[in-house]
């Protein structure tokens, strides 16, 4: 009889387990970290030369991270810490240490977004910029084997 309520239980634990995960969440969250990926392209492919510089493209890829980040600050709830899904646990015991690094990344966009004028700027502006996503990646997305 003890045996069968421990096998219950640990059904239920599993049951809950399952139940826990947030696929919706965790694609949005892949959707919006491609989309910041996409929203660098273009300034990326102007600082390497790839590109002629372009104030008004570099301007709207810079609005796009704004809102991106932003909107990714809403994408981490707990129930999409397992699944299909490259963040680390840990992030979920740090989440105010996450969000500030998201909060950081908004802000360091707004200060780009003023700060770049010419070609110039965009080169010393940008690896400002970008040290926020590899800052985040290590320290809470699992590093690709
Ligand atoms: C606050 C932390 C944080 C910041 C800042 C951040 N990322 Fe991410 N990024 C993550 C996490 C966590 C994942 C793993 C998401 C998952 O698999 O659920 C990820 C995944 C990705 C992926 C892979 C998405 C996929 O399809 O699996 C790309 C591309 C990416 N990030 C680009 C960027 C770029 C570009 C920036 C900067 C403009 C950036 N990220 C800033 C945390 C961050």
Not at 55 to 79: I, W
Not at 119 to 143: Q, S, T, V
Request: some cysteine.
């Amino acid at each position: 009889m003890l045996r069968v309520i421990a096998g219950l239980a640990a059904l239920t634990v599993c049951t809950t387990l399952v139940w826990a995960q947030n696929p919706a969440a965790i694609d949005q969250r892949k959707q919006a970290m491609k989309a910041l990926a996409g929203a660098l392209k273009d300034p990326v492919a102007m600082s390497k030369g790839e590109a002629p510089f372009d104030l008004a493209k570099v301007q709207a890829s810079l609005k796009a991270v704004q809102e991106t980040a932003a909107k990714a600050k809403g994408l981490f709830p707990d129930d999409s810490k397992a699944g299909e899904t490259d963040v680390l646990p840990v992030a979920f015991d740090n989440k105010a240490d996450l969000m500030a690094k998201l909060d950081k990344l908004v802000a360091d966009a707004q200060i780009a977004a003023t700060a770049i004028k010419d070609d110039a700027g965009l080169k010393a502006e940008l690896p400002k910029l970008a040290g926020n996503c590899g800052g985040c990646h290590k320290a809470y997305r699992k590093p690709k084997s």
